[in-house]
């Protein structure tokens, strides 16, 4: 399978680290947004599957969101939802001009798509399948991480200034040999049972790498998302939420909301995981994901 690494540039001027993965005429494209603070190799397990699957029959992208992984730098102002919704529109428009698409989002790439009906309507007939992997559609102000409501709300704001702080602060080598901080975060907050010590390891070393401009301001943006009022734009349209019973960061009644504001949306609850179903549930992420495609293609070779 052909695989190309190439760069958009956004409309302020930064550089996307975007992967291509498929034949350009493949009747279908798939895109993966990830979790904030990660990179896209947050998808590495689907994308292995999804390529196992289905080979050339697709064309499959993937990118770093602005100030994640590979991609430029942003300022806090710029880390933003709609910058990221309009970012994925520039993909789109690179490497995906025609054809029908499925998109699938974790935590903050899921709020991307939510943010789609607004920042870019004229994509919306071209999608034929959307997955939502623990993420929400606003009121993340009320997450209390599983503590008691006061303490919840304290941590809840602290958490990320005090790993912009550590990466301000502290080199990047230091922190990748002192990763202690991290790994609390990740093993308390974002993983559920079981957790495998390399799917944490790899959270973590993306935690610390995470640049503090990204931590801070996408939290501060993440706090004020409110689009459950686009959900209905995806009426129709097969949708999967899927969440996991121990999520603390976008919990269960998050998902239900969305599938509840889709028409014909199916909700499905890991019991015992955590944020990052992706890696705590492979073979449910990937099979998920896989079924949309399936029901895609068919689609698609019924009208041609």
Not at 224 to 242: Q, S, Y
Request: charged content about 25%; aromatic content about 6%; overall charge neutral.
């Amino acid at each position: 399978m052909s695989e190309h690494e190439h760069e958009v540039i956004t409309e302020d001027g930064l550089r996307i680290h975007v992967t291509v993965r498929g034949p350009a005429d493949a009747p279908l494209t798939v895109l993966l947004a990830h979790c904030w603070t990660a990179e896209e190799s947050d998808w590495h397990y689907q994308v292995t599957d999804l390529l196992a699957r289905f080979g050339h029959d697709i064309r499959l992208v993937t990118w770093d969101h602005r100030g994640h992984g590979r991609s430029d730098r942003a300022s806090e102002a710029a880390c933003t939802i709609p910058h990221l919704a309009r970012d994925l529109g520039l993909v789109v428009d690179t490497y995906a001009t025609e054809g029908p698409l499925v998109v699938a989002g974790h935590s903050v790439g899921g709020m991307t798509i939510t943010a789609i009906p607004e920042e870019r309507p004229d994509l919306m007939a071209r999608i034929v399948g959307a997955l939502f992997v623990s993420t929400t559609s606003g009121e993340l102000h009320k997450v209390t991480l599983g503590l008691p409501a006061a303490a919840g709300a304290l941590l809840r704001d602290r958490l990320p200034f005090i790993l912009a702080n550590r990466s301000r602060m502290l080199s990047l080598s230091r922190r990748e040999k002192y990763p202690v901080i991290e790994r609390q975060i990740a093993r308390r907050f974002l993983f559920g049972r079981p957790a495998r010590p390399r799917d944490v390891g790899h959270v973590v070393d993306q935690l610390v790498r995470a640049r503090p401009e990204t931590m801070s301001g996408f939290f501060k943006d993440m706090m004020a998302h409110d689009r459950i009022g686009n959900l209905a734009a995806f009426d129709d349209i097969p949708a999967t939420v899927l969440v996991g019973s121990r999520d603390l960061l976008t919990p269960p009644e998050h998902a239900a909301k969305i599938a509840q504001g889709i028409r014909g949306a199916r909700l499905l609850v890991a019991p015992g995981a955590g944020h990052y179903l992706p890696f705590e549930r492979r073979e449910l992420v990937s099979a998920e994901l896989c079924a949309l495609v399936d029901r895609a293609l068919a689609r698609t070779r019924a009208t041609t």
